[in-house]
């Protein structure tokens, strides 16, 4: 196991996050629906904690190709990065077994209710490394569709603040659906390819 070992893992990791947002995408869309069982919500939940989950490799994966431009933001970015995976992990573990137990509650969630660790720290991960993305050879416009992820999960957050469900729920959904996957796909195949 090598550096380039990794690296290829970290873009196969990238690739499966994309698949998996979709998967969640189309999970909640045909599963969760007002008055059904939790189960649609446990198997959505369990799928963005599984996002999470291969963000952590993507991440990393990330540092190796960006630590040469910059390296203290490179791991600035990586420790944020991973806390924010991690604690997304954790809230949607901890729904996916509260579900079990109880009945779905709407509104903000127990372990991160203002969103800092699914909008927040994200969107933070995604500026920084998309600013470090913009000064190595990557594609001019992967790293801008990375900071326009990072626009987008910053406007998540605010709206979350103000409890407007409708914007929260765009933002999710253009970063869930269109943008976040177009843009892990490109850059897991760019990780395998220069690993």
Request: charged fraction near 10%.
């Amino acid at each position: 196991m090598d550096d380039r070992s990794f690296a290829r893992f970290g873009g196969l990791a990238a690739i499966l996050l994309a698949l998996t947002s979709w998967a969640a995408v189309l999970a909640y869309a045909a599963l969760v629906q007002p008055g059904t069982s939790p189960l649609g919500l446990q198997i959505f939940r369990f799928l963005y904690a599984l996002v999470a989950f291969w963000a952590l490799f993507a991440i990393v994966a990330v540092y190796y190709r960006v630590r040469s431009v910059g390296e203290a933001w490179a791991f600035f970015a990586t420790l944020v990065g991973v806390a924010a995976s991690v604690g997304t992990m954790v809230t949607a573990m901890y729904e996916v077994a509260n579900l079990r137990q109880n009945p779905p509650l709407a509104g903000a969630s127990a372990t991160d209710p203002l969103g800092i660790m699914s909008f927040g720290l994200t969107g933070l991960w995604f500026l920084v490394a998309n600013l470090l993305l913009w000064r190595t050879r990557t594609p001019r416009v992967l790293a801008l569709l990375g900071l326009v992820a990072a626009a987008d999960l910053f406007a998540g957050f605010v709206t979350g603040l103000s409890e407007n469900r409708g914007v929260v729920y765009l933002t999710s959904l253009i970063a869930g659906a269109i943008g976040g996957p177009i843009y892990w796909l490109w850059l897991g195949r760019l990780l395998r390819r220069d690993a």
